[in-house]
């Protein structure tokens, strides 16, 4: 090809342009030509452009492009046969044009197809605001059903969980089954059980739980009428604070004397809460405060420091009432005053209840927990759970209204024994058949 250049420069000079190339049976066929400055009028004969070209090219415009260069590579070879002058090559083509006719064919097919795309996508019909909420809503849809088909698979799963553990020790499952039908959570129920000893047989395994659970239950004793100081009693409303409150004055007034007890309450929002404390109050001869506010309750402490127990009676709000929170900011402004807290909780409230009333208060440091309502319940498990799992220990049991006789200490052993009696005689046992099948874990 460099030898042919030469030759084509040797022949028609320095500006002379290599056209085209083919092969032919003779040897190669070089088209060129050469810029004049002051060309002469050639007569061109006309030129019939293949039909495949024809077909390549879409429009009218590129048809006479290409016929045009057609022309100018016709004329340029008569040139370079005939020796005589052509045409400026930069004005048959342009000073920028391409150096054959197959790259100008090539160039043309893609600005052919740039404008393609460009007009596809201009025209590409833009998605209505309604289509697009459709599809939007369609995917939720779609999001939802996943997460549905996840939870049932998730279910499912559990259960074979569950299943493949009953059949590889199905006493195991046994005694699981019967401790979460006691109330007791299934994390704990599921962590007793697998202490038991493998040579146990149900009776004894059964008792050996029960021992766990009563050594996992932590108590205070008779701490409050034992300990000299200031106590509040916290809580959900209706769980029985005035009640307990009343019960313990009258039993500290009959170990100390009744002038060495008082009671205060800061229950500015119940009808008649001052009034039921103050009638209390004159049954067991000991003197009862009122307290507004923070200021008063400071002014109220300091008058009553010679007292050997001042107990604190506040008002009972729902988990998710705002004023729980200034109740309980309250009482920690006065911690100088060293204020012992207890939360009165009632035995027969659901597992979610009381762990939704010890998240409420997670913001006080709790001494212990007091149970009410011993005497209504069908199920301790659930209350012992709670107090197990948040390492609350339990220190008075009340299960009457009588003051001050229906309230005791706290005792992990009986709480256990209760829970065990309770479950006896109220909870369902799977089935009579199950009794049968299992006698010895009668209770």
Not at 198 to 223: V, Y
């Amino acid at each position: 090809m460099r030898d042919a250049l030469n030759q084509v420069k040797k022949e028609l000079g320095g500006d002379a342009v290599i056209m085209s190339n083919k092969k032919t049976s003779e040897g190669i066929e070089i088209v060129a030509a050469y810029d004049q400055a002051n060309p002469e009028p050639v007569n061109v004969p006309s030129f019939q452009i293949p039909k495949k070209a024809q077909a390549e090219k879409g429009s009218n415009a590129n048809y006479r492009q290409v016929q045009s260069t057609h022309q100018t590579a016709t004329k340029s070879q008569q040139v370079a046969s005939e020796g005589k002058s052509v045409p400026s090559l930069s004005e048959i083509i342009g000073d920028s044009g391409p150096d054959s006719l197959r790259e100008l064919l090539e160039k043309q097919n893609a600005d052919s197809t740039q404008t393609s795309n460009d007009n596809s996508f201009t025209n590409r019909p833009v998605k209505s605001t309604n289509e697009e909420v459709a599809s939007s809503s369609a995917i939720n849809d779609i999001r939802n059903e996943l997460n549905s088909l996840r939870n049932v698979l998730q279910f499912q799963v559990s259960g074979l969980i569950k299943q493949e553990r009953q059949r590889a020790n199905p006493l195991h499952g046994y005694l699981t089954s019967r401790l979460t039908e006691m109330g007791i959570s299934h994390h704990i129920a599921n962590e007793i059980v697998s202490y038991t000893p493998e040579d146990a047989d149900e009776r004894q395994s059964w008792l050996f739980l029960l021992k766990l659970l009563a050594n996992r239950i932590q108590t205070t004793g008779n701490a409050i009428l034992a300990e000299k100081g200031v106590v509040a009693l916290v809580g959900p409303t209706g769980t029985g604070k005035t009640t307990t409150i009343a019960k313990l004055a009258a039993r500290a007034a009959q170990k100390y004397g009744a002038e060495h007890v008082a009671m205060v309450t800061i229950d500015s929002y119940r009808i008649a809460a001052y009034e039921q404390l103050a009638t209390y109050g004159k049954i067991i001869g000991c003197n009862v405060k009122k307290a507004q506010n923070a200021e008063e309750l400071s002014d109220i402490l300091y008058q009553l420091r010679n007292k050997r127990l001042v107990l604190i009676d506040t008002a009972g709000f729902g988990q998710r009432d705002s004023r729980l929170i200034k109740q309980l900011d309250t009482l920690n402004q006065h911690s100088c005053a060293n204020i012992k807290k207890y939360v009165v909780i009632q035995a027969n409230a659901q597992y979610k209840v009381l762990e939704h009333t010890l998240d409420a208060f997670k913001a006080i440091d709790l001494q212990g927990c007091i149970l009410t309502k011993l005497d209504e319940s069908y199920s301790l498990g659930e209350a012992l759970s709670v107090a197990i799992e948040h390492k609350l220990a339990v220190s008075y049991l009340t299960d009457g209204q009588r003051v001050p006789e229906d309230i005791k200490v706290a005792d992990a052993k009986f709480l256990i024994s209760a829970a065990a009696k309770l479950y006896k005689k109220y909870g369902l046992i799977h089935t009579a058949k199950s009794e049968q099948k299992h006698p010895a874990m009668a209770i």
